[in-house]
């Protein structure tokens, strides 16, 4: 498995924008697709996006659709996922996923790594 270290969370209003950072050891990142989730007080985990670890497709959940952008750096093997246009409905603890040889899948069960989550607020 490959460690994952999150940062980048904290406290915006709603209109700004946060960049996320996911920070990958141990293993070769390359091989390696990279998804971030998210959950809300109260509520369940849910799909955010994802970057495949071989041609740099994506995926985005629909609540996050042309505000959000994945992308990847293999050589500082470490993921981003930029944050513009954010709303209340956006805060939660934002999670790092990755799989190794992994598809575009949102389930968060077919992951095999996950990092300890950074909390992201936004106030209206």
């Known amino acids: 498995q490959v460690q994952l270290v999150e940062s980048g969370g904290g406290l915006v209003q709603a209109g700004g924008s946060l960049r996320l950072s996911c920070a990958a050891s141990?293993?070769?990142?390359?091989?390696?697709?990279m998804a971030w989730f998210r959950q809300a007080p109260g509520k369940e985990r849910e799909f955010v996006a994802v970057?495949?670890?071989?041609?740099?497709?994506?995926n985005y959940a629909d609540s996050v659709k042309g505000r959000f952008t994945i992308s990847r750096d293999n050589a500082k093997s470490t993921s981003y996922l930029q944050m513009n246009s954010l709303k209340p409905e956006d805060t939660a603890v934002y999670y790092c996923?990755?799989?190794?040889?992994?598809?575009?899948?949102?389930?968060?069960?077919?992951?095999?790594?996950w990092g300890q989550g950074t909390q992201v607020t936004i106030s209206s």
């Open positions: 996923a990755a799989k190794r040889f992994g598809s575009l899948t949102v389930r968060g069960y077919e992951y095999d790594s």
């Open positions: 141990g293993r070769t990142f390359s091989y390696y697709s």
């Open positions: 970057i495949k670890w071989s041609g740099g497709s994506t």
